[in-house]
């Protein structure tokens, strides 16, 4: 069956626009997490939804990252007035939910900001 | 923050080769994967191990895990061109379904 989707793959936003990034998880995934990877590190958890309910968000760097889940599938993160430092891959997985833990990663999105 | 390290950062071999990648970790975990990433893709899941697991296989890939030195090593034997790829070990804690990934190790093997 079809993979994580994400979209846009590639973005390019100046410095102060919003953006929204949007993620379509595996059909059936409870669990869905946002990742941001900067160039040559591995990837830092952002936040995690089980279904529409957003159990952690502990990750996310400041008030001005947003994400949402409304319907317990799609899931979108939003930046508000984008920063420099925000230029990364940000990366969607889902996965069924417990016990598997197992996580299933989307190409990502490449966001730079200018 | 990265939970931990992985040595080597970068690593070349010639096909048909062994290569080793070691990680170790900070705090205690319930479970520990590897992932590969080709270039410019997302993160691909390899194998997972237990806490209370010392060794799996899967393929020509074996992982170790030593939660008394908080380390794993991710083996992969008969290497192909096509293994060339960042690996990345990443950890999750009971009660926390969110995992914590090391920094990586570019692996790149020559034909």
């Known amino acids: 069956g079809a993979g994580v989707s994400q979209s846009p793959r590639y973005k390019v936003a100046k410095r102060g626009q919003d953006v929204a990034l949007r993620c379509d998880p595996i059909s059936g995934h409870v669990s869905l997490f946002w990742y941001q990877q900067a160039l040559g590190q591995g990837p830092e958890f952002l936040t995690y939804?089980?279904?529409?309910?957003?159990?952690?968000k502990s990750g996310l760097p400041s008030d001005r990252f947003f994400a949402e889940r409304p319907e317990g599938s799609v899931s979108t993160l939003k930046i508000q007035r984008t920063q420099q430092e925000d230029s990364a891959v940000y990366l969607c997985a889902s996965s069924f939910g417990q016990p598997s833990y197992e996580q299933y990663f989307g190409p990502g999105t490449r966001l730079t900001v200018t | 923050s990265q939970q931990g390290e992985e040595d080597p950062q970068a690593l070349s071999i010639q096909e048909g080769e062994n290569a080793t990648m070691n990680c170790s970790y900070k705090t205690s975990i319930n479970n520990l994967q590897w992932y590969r990433q080709n270039s410019g893709r997302g993160l691909v899941h390899l194998i997972l191990?237990?806490?209370?697991?010392r060794e799996k296989h899967s393929g020509r890939l074996r992982v170790t895990l030593d939660t008394s030195k908080k380390s794993s090593s991710l083996l992969i034997t008969a290497s192909r061109a096509a293994d060339t790829a960042s690996y990345f070990c990443a950890t999750d804690k009971a009660g926390r379904r969110a995992l914590t990934f090391g920094s990586g190790t570019r692996l790149q093997v020559q034909p």
């Open positions: 191990i237990r806490s209370n697991e």
């Open positions: 939804f089980q279904n529409e309910a957003q159990l952690d």
